[in-house]
């Protein structure tokens, strides 16, 4: 019997049973569809057409953009927003419409995620790749507090930031800032992680607006970017210091019995085990950008201690990578292809598909992944309009339903041309913050 036609039987069954309701969600609105024209908010970052349309948020909400039944906590509607025209005439047919690589491809059977033991596999599978079999580290960071911090020296409402430091193999160290709020905490942490070298306006504008809230806030930097940049040591001679490596420069550190994977993931382990064992956040949001929002990506999947993440502009499906408008970059760094780490991608059965599944279902957990349709970088054009469905139709069955116990959307970000998390990006991210306000 053919294994992907046996799954479809199977699963049309039990959503049969869930019925409708179930597959649509209970937060579906006009704002989750990549294909309808008001998918997206209007304000943009680094650009005057963005900036230019900024003033639209509200009036597009007030003029019925949203569905009356999607509330934020505080009984707010959802930010929602028209396509940035004056944007969008600058792009060609290819940012609009489905590309001709999707023609054909079933994405359901590419889920590879049909029960919860599929999810214990898949997360176990991952974690022995990168630890090799030792499982996630238990161990603890140096903390050094109240310390100067000049990258974020223009945030306001700090009460003190704690330099979190996590030693790694090849005397390379991690260091992560642990930013406390001067008002009252509300017991909620956030993780944001920048990408390959992105400016920080996109990290400052994101971390001011969790303090503003109360949340308590660590920020992360890829290795041997920003304030991680250093030696390494030489795998062929561990007494010889190497200088500060690109990504692309990591293949000789890897090898069966160690992954250079761990520079990316071990840091969040460690600085997560020492906040559950001293502050003890009631629950963990995580947001990155670019390489971040691929570090969000895999860590939310692998960690079920992250209860909300919001991936942006980080990943694509294998199988969509070479028909975005610009492939090139969009074919990632070392750390993002499969040709580079195909055990590791093998483990979470070979797509990001899963991940996104991963990182979606559990008490209280969800991810939001966000994509700029016009990203002057990355994971652009409107191919991810093919998985939307099939995905978030395969948490809401996982979770039985009930988004308290997973749900996973697409936002659709055509309201500006930047490599960033524009500000109609981030009023959505805040609101379903807000509406998610769970305690686990």
């Known amino acids: 019997m053919d294994k992907s036609a046996s799954r479809r039987a199977l699963l049309g069954g039990v959503l049969g049973g869930v019925g409708a309701a179930v597959v649509a969600g209970p937060a579906e609105s006009v704002s989750r569809?990549?294909?309808?024209?008001?998918?997206?908010?209007?304000?943009?970052?680094?650009s005057a057409a963005g900036a230019r349309g900024a003033a639209g948020v509200a009036g597009a909400a007030e003029n019925g953009g949203v569905d009356e039944g999607v509330r934020g906590g505080k009984g707010a509607p959802r930010p929602v927003a028209p396509v940035n025209q004056e944007?969008?005439?600058?792009?060609?047919?290819?940012?609009?419409t489905l590309p001709a690589a999707v023609a054909g491809v079933d994405i359901e059977p590419l889920i590879g995620i049909a029960s919860a033991a599929d999810i214990a596999a898949r997360r176990k599978g991952m974690i022995d790749y990168i630890w090799k079999?030792?499982?996630?580290?238990?161990?603890?960071?140096?903390?050094?507090?109240?310390?100067?911090?000049?990258?974020?020296?223009?945030?306001t409402g700090v009460r003190r930031i704690d330099r979190l430091t996590v030693p790694l193999r090849y005397q390379v160290s991690a260091k992560v800032y642990d930013i406390v709020p001067r008002r009252a905490w509300n017991r909620r942490l956030a993780l944001y992680h920048n990408g390959h070298g992105e400016p920080f306006d996109t990290m400052l504008r994101t971390v001011?607006?969790?303090?503003?809230?109360?949340?308590?806030?660590?920020?992360?930097?890829?290795?041997?970017?920003h304030w991680n940049q250093q030696q390494i040591a030489d795998p062929k001679d561990p007494a010889k210091l190497l200088p500060n490596p690109s990504h692309r420069e990591l293949p000789p550190w890897e090898s069966a019995e160690f992954s250079a994977l761990t520079f990316?993931?071990?840091?969040?382990?460690?600085?997560?085990?020492y906040a559950k064992a001293t502050y003890r956040p009631v629950s963990v949001e995580m947001i990155g950008l670019s390489g971040g929002g691929w570090t969000t990506t895999v860590f939310a999947a692998l960690d079920p201690r992250v209860t909300r993440s919001y991936p942006t502009a980080g990943s694509l499906p294998f199988f969509l990578r070479p028909a975005s408008p610009k492939p090139r970059p969009t074919t990632g760094d070392w750390e993002?292809?499969?040709?580079?780490?195909?055990?590791?991608?093998?483990?979470?059965?070979?797509?990001?598909?899963?991940?996104?599944?991963?990182?979606?279902v559990g008490p209280g957990r969800g991810q939001v992944q966000i994509l700029n349709r016009f990203d002057e970088c990355c994971f652009n054009g409107v191919g991810h309009r093919v998985y939307q469905a099939p995905v978030r139709d395969r948490v809401a069955l996982?979770?039985?339903?009930?988004?308290?116990?997973?749900?996973?959307?697409?936002?659709?970000?055509?309201?500006?041309?930047?490599?960033?998390?524009?500000?109609?990006?981030?009023?959505?991210?805040?609101?379903?913050?807000?509406?998610?306000?769970?305690?686990?």
Do not use: C
């Open 33 to 46: 569809t990549g294909a309808e024209a008001r998918v997206v908010g209007p304000a943009g970052s680094g």
């Open 133 to 155: 079999g030792a499982g996630q580290p238990k161990t603890l960071p140096t903390v050094e507090t109240d310390m100067s911090a000049p990258d974020f020296a223009s945030l």
């Open 208 to 225: 001011q607006a969790l303090l503003d809230r109360g949340y308590r806030v660590m920020a992360y930097a890829m290795p041997f970017q």
């Open 264 to 273: 990316f993931l071990e840091p969040l382990t460690v600085t997560l085990n």
């Open 87 to 96: 944007v969008a005439t600058r792009f060609g047919p290819e940012y609009k």
């Open 398 to 440: 996982l979770a039985g339903g009930r988004s308290d116990q997973g749900r996973w959307e697409l936002l659709e970000d055509a309201t500006h041309d930047d490599h960033t998390i524009s500000p109609f990006a981030l009023s959505v991210i805040l609101w379903d913050l807000d509406a998610t306000n769970v305690t686990i």
């Open 336 to 360: 993002q292809t499969k040709e580079a780490l195909p055990g590791f991608y093998a483990a979470a059965s070979d797509d990001f598909l899963d991940m996104y599944v991963l990182a979606s």
